[in-house]
């Protein structure tokens, strides 16, 4: 046990990858945590762990008011939440069906504020709380292919700086974790599979050369990351006494986002678009 004994974490999206591997850590070092997703049999596994494992859909607002009623009645409130409740969207733009657009805005930003607006009232009255916010270098740059998943990462931004701004007079604190790649089931599933498109797909040849581009850069070392790496820097962020608004995560992200601030717009889209061209 640390001097976190008693304190109680709030981790979404924790029946998988990075939400998972906070949750265990953050048990590790002595919270209590209530460990929130949709996969019985992973929430199973976290029971038999001895984590406070719920079944929950974070775009479900009646059912995580009541859970975070139920936390502040039974245990004083949320000390930590942490929102990595997410997945990923790769499509060209033109193809991206509205609905998944939609649904990933509501899981990913619009869920994600609607669980820090739950626990934000006990935060301020005690003084004091942490909401840390799992985004991603793609908030920080764009790249054909990925678009809808760009344009979420790059709200998670917005909401998490305006935010902390937002709120620090109240002593608490909100932290921006931005990680590279993350070789997370549902990422090397996708990486796995070879779909085929129809002939009059205008967009086929590009899906095919994007999906091995990914696929090759996903092998080199060092440019993915497990989701373990992204625990140890929450689990750092949440025990900081004075955490900094965002933290890079990964090598070949914080290179990414570098060259970035580097080039020009015309000569990133130049670098984007090697390979992926006829």
Known sequence: MTDADSRIALVTGATSGIGKATADRLHDRGYEVFAVGRDQESLLRLKERGLLARALDVTDENAVDQLVREINANHGGVDVLVNCAGFPLTCPLEQVELSDLRKLFETNIVAAL??????????????????????????????????????????????????????????????????????????TSQQDDRPTYPDDDPYGGFKHRYAENTRRLSEQPGVMIEPHNVARAVVRAVESKDPKPRYTIGLSGKATVLARALVTDRMWERILMRGLRD
């Open 114 to 187: 609607h669980l820090s607006q739950a626990v934000l009232p006990g935060m301020r009255n005690r003084g004091t709380g942490t909401i840390v916010n799992i985004g991603s270098t793609g908030g920080r740059f764009a790249s054909p292919g990925a678009g809808g998943y760009h344009i979420v990462k790059y709200g998670m931004e917005a909401m998490s700086l305006a935010l902390r701004a937002e709120v620090a007079p109240f002593n608490v604190r909100v932290v921006l974790i931005d990680p590279t790649g993350v070789r997370t089931p549902f990422v």
